[in-house]
């Protein structure tokens, strides 16, 4: 079992960059896909990127494609997402998890660890 702990959140204007960690322990997580989900106030949670376990191939939501990147360290043990370009309609808690399988997925009912989730809050 792995359990991932996500930080880098908080306040920024639009426009500007956030750097979000995942960081997992209890085992590698070099052998799991991981993914970033998000969810807004009054929304359902949605799919934002999602990385193999190799790097590659990575996924992105539409609606960050040529934004956001995601990224992972297995030396580190840790997925990043690189957030740039942000706009307030990208304010929501952001969810690393990571899935017991090599192959990343777009769907969360797939991934079997979860974060307690870090804000993310884009306003001038």
């Known amino acids: 079992q792995v359990q991932v702990v996500e930080s880098g959140g908080g306040l920024v204007q639009p426009g500007g960059s956030l750097r979000l960690s995942c960081a997992a322990s209890g085992r590698t997580l070099s052998r799991y896909a991981a993914g970033w989900f998000r969810q807004a106030p009054g929304k359902e949670q949605e799919f934002v990127a999602a990385i193999s376990w190799s790097g590659w191939p990575t996924y992105y939501a539409d609606s960050v494609k040529g934004r956001f990147t995601i990224s992972r360290d297995n030396a580190k043990n840790t997925v990043f997402l690189q957030m740039n370009s942000l706009k307030p309609e990208d304010t929501a808690v952001y969810y690393c998890?990571?899935?017991?399988?090599?192959?990343?997925?777009?769907?969360?009912?797939?991934?079997?660890?979860w974060g307690q989730g870090t804000q993310v809050a884009v306003s001038s």
């Open positions: 998890s990571a899935r017991e399988s090599l192959v990343a997925s777009q769907r969360s009912g797939q991934y079997d660890y």
